[in-house]
């Protein structure tokens, strides 16, 4: 009776603190939701004060008005095809060569691994110069292609993971489609490809996540109000040489995360065992 009271405290306690960590993590984003609906010049004013005393609907419609004649609709749009043609074709592409490095055997094959891996080590500001030097030779900037097409040759830490996954899965299955006469596209699309939907999910929820997030990338190519993103977009309300409209900036910021926010609630499940399954068992 003892142990049951201790227990059932010791789970109390627990729950108690990790609510209050998580109430910690997510008060900024609670703050930037409640100062969506203040008077721009209260924003930085009432900074302990949560609840608005007076909610301004017109943040949002100010916000979604845009700014040099495209609305922010237009922006949400850019983000949506970009993120998404990304997504695609970074998983797909990881896949394919986490089967090939996984179950083929061709020369040099370590030593393209290592150097694909090495590429993990590289921070991205290394790689910009270089990247925008061959982007602008070949006429790609100001378009969204610098931003879209690199996406579809593979990422080194999907690529990764999609290993570890495939390499927990029995050989006999590829052995016994073989001598049913699979080829190794059926094989990789018929058998490993639906095995890796765990994986698939959870590199796409980080890919999609990244690519949302992505204000650099979009910065260097894209430099006309027509193709922003909406990382880009919001930025421009806060102008240093004028009145920044932080209400609008804040309510284009709240609805800019529910893409992720939704994405994550839906696909959460799929991130543990992504992660941590490795295969099949048993």
Not at 102 to 116: D, E, N, P, T, V
Not at 122 to 133: G, S, T
Not at 136 to 151: A, D, Q, R
Not at 200 to 212: D, G, L, P, R, S
């Amino acid at each position: 009776m003892k142990m049951s009271t201790k227990h059932k405290i010791g789970t109390a306690v627990y729950h108690v603190i990790v609510c209050g960590i998580g109430l910690i993590m997510i008060y900024p984003i609670i703050w930037m939701a409640f100062s969506s609906f203040k008077e721009s010049g209260d924003v930085l004013t009432t900074v302990n004060q949560l609840i608005p005393s007076k909610f301004v609907f017109e943040n949002y419609v100010n916000g979604w008005a845009g700014f040099a004649g495209t609305s922010f609709s237009v922006f949400f749009r850019n983000s949506f095809f970009i993120t998404i043609l990304s997504t695609i074709g970074g998983v797909f592409s990881s896949v394919v060569v986490a089967y090939g490095f996984s179950r083929l055997h061709f020369k040099l094959k370590g030593l393209w691994f290592a150097i694909m891996m090495m590429t993990l080590m590289l921070p991205a500001q290394v790689l910009m110069i270089p990247q925008y030097i061959m982007f602008g030779s070949i006429g790609w900037t100001n378009s969204f292609l610098p931003v879209i097409v690199p996406e579809f040759f593979g990422k080194p830490f999907f690529i990764f993971m999609c290993m570890q996954f495939i390499s927990g899965l029995p050989r006999e299955l590829d052995e016994a489609a073989k001598i049913d006469g699979c080829s190794l596209f059926t094989i990789f699309s018929r058998i490993i490809m639906p095995l890796l939907k765990p994986a698939m999910i959870t590199c796409a929820i980080f890919a999609f996540y990244w690519k949302w997030d992505d204000y650099m990338g979009s910065l260097l190519y894209l430099t006309e109000p027509r193709l922003y993103t909406v990382s880009i977009a919001v930025k421009q309300f806060a102008d240093p040489t004028s009145v920044s409209d932080w209400g609008a900036m804040f309510a284009m910021c709240t609805l800019s995360l529910l893409p992720v926010i939704i994405l994550f609630i839906c696909l959460q499940k799929y991130i543990v065992d992504g992660i941590a399954t490795s295969g099949l068992k048993g």
